[in-house]
């Protein structure tokens, strides 16, 4: 793989809890302590491009995220995305020439011991070496082509959509 772009937007993955208020704040990218603590042997750059929760990007803030891929040449890119409307990123980040475009994120913050991060984050960096050009939607263990999948907020896990 050539060098992996990493652009990382937000969501639960980095959020950092404070008890007391029961309050939150999404702090700084966790993704590049956690590829450092496993020695990741390929190179990446990370672009901490937004802090936000999912639900509240907008319009605007997904065209930043295109504009932001565009601008570098990188065709391996990894997306730290809430899920809650990850599935919507990805569906618009469509047409990107030969890029392979992989996001992910986590259902428990990465500070959380028994998060899903580090799980998640290795089944991206592997898709994204493996997949053809496109968008995709990495979590649960799989690869989901965006109109295939769902998440499921009762059981807190992304499924197939059914036929
Ligand atoms: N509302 C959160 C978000 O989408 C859901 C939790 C998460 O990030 O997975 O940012």
Redesign the pocket.
Known sequence: MDELLIITT????DKVYFDAKSDYEVGAPEIGKILAAFAAAFSYQVIPLLRK???ELTSADRQLIRSTISQHAHRHVLITH?????IETAMQLGGMGDRRIVLT???NPARFQGSDAVFNIGCAVGAVQSVQAGVYVVMNGRVWEPHKVRKNRAQNCFEALPD
């Open positions: 937000g969501g639960t993955i929760d999912s639900l809430g899920t809650d409307s990850m994120g986590a259902l």
